[in-house]
């Protein structure tokens, strides 16, 4: 079965400060990787995927995630946070199923 | 991407009721799902639901307590039924993308609180 731990429940940063959020997976084959984003009172939207190819991959808004198959990690990073990401950010996988998510963290940016 | 609505937005119900959920999508999609979010924990999937056969549910989750409806391609209802406190949740459903292990689209969920 698979299984995503994300393993920051809340992190809080200041503007400017960079960010990476931590997501393992666990599955024994071919995965594709997601991370969603869901800022407060919105829907749940996609930041970024992983399918194949370049295992760096950029979302939108400035942020990226590497996939590391060596190590199931699919981290999500930001060079330079802004108040306007603060929000709840799900890691999320699927190999032959629907998506399975981690518990998600929760983003606070203060001033 | 496709654009889904759902109603009611929030409910606040009383224990031993039933809440149906409806979710509506602007185009036709084969496979529809029903994810449940408990406060503080992750998305976990209900069922999946196809038009035209009965839906699929994972571990944990019974057709008598959240039985589907799917009768055409843009349209599906949950319903909780017999509800408790321990069903106080977000609900959300979503289609994907071409196949099941592509990018989905959520809806914007329904806060259910049960008294």
Redesign the interface.
Known sequence: AQS?SQHNHHVILSEAASLELGCNYSYGGTV?L?W?VQYPG?????LL?YFSGDPLVKGIKGFEAEFIKSKFSFNLRKPSVQWSDTAEY?CAV???????????TRLSVIA | SAVISQKPSRDICQRGTSLTIQCQVDSQVTMMFWYRQQPGQSLTLIATANQGSEATYESGFVIDKFPISRPNLTFSTLTVSNMSPEDSSIYLCSVPGSRITDTQYFGPGTRLTVL
């Open positions: 995503v594709n997601f969603y919105q829907h749940l939207q996609l995927k799900f699927s190999g032959n199923t629907p998506l399975v998510f981690g518990k998600g």
